[in-house]
C-alpha cells in the first residue's frame, strides 16, 4: 500500500470510471422515442380532459415525436461541445427531462 502522491485510484487501476458509450445504441434510440411517445400521450390525455392551465399551453407547443427530428431525438444543445450539440446520454438525468426541444435550458426558462 502506497500513501501520499502515489497512492493508487480506480483511474490507474481500472481505467476508465464512468463508461458512457460515444453513441446511442438501437434499443437506446427505441427506447427514448417510446418515451417521447408517452410524454405526447400524456400531454394529450390531459388536452383531451378539458384542463386548462399554462404548463398545458406550453406543452402543446412543442413538437410531437413524429415531428421531430432525429438530431433533435438524439442530441441536446450545448455551447461547450465541438459542433454545440452532444447526445442526450450524456445528460444527467437525461430519462427524467423532458427532450421534446433541442435546447433544454431554453424549454425551462
Given amino acids: 500500500m502506497m500513501f501520499g502522491a502515489f497512492r493508487s485510484s480506480h483511474i490507474a487501476h ?21 418515451r417521447l411517445k408517452k410524454v405526447d400521450a ?7 380532459s378539458g384542463v386548462q392551465c399554462a404548463a398545458l399551453t406550453k406543452a ?8 421531430m427530428l432525429p438530431k433533435d ?13 452532444k447526445g442526450i446520454h450524456k445528460v444527467p438525468k437525461w430519462t427524467r427531462v423532458s427532450l421534446h426541444c433541442s435546447t433544454l435550458w431554453f424549454c425551462f426558462t
Fill in 60 to 67: 402543446l407547443e412543442l413538437p410531437k415525436e413524429y415531428e
Fill in 42 to 48: 400524456v400531454i394529450e390525455a390531459v388536452r383531451t
Fill in 73 to 85: 431525438k438524439y442530441t441536446v444543445f450545448s455551447p461547450h461541445t465541438r459542433g454545440y450539440r
Fill in 14 to 34: 481500472g481505467g476508465l470510471l464512468w463508461k458512457t458509450p460515444w453513441k446511442l445504441s438501437t434499443t437506446r434510440k427505441a427506447n427514448v422515442r417510446a
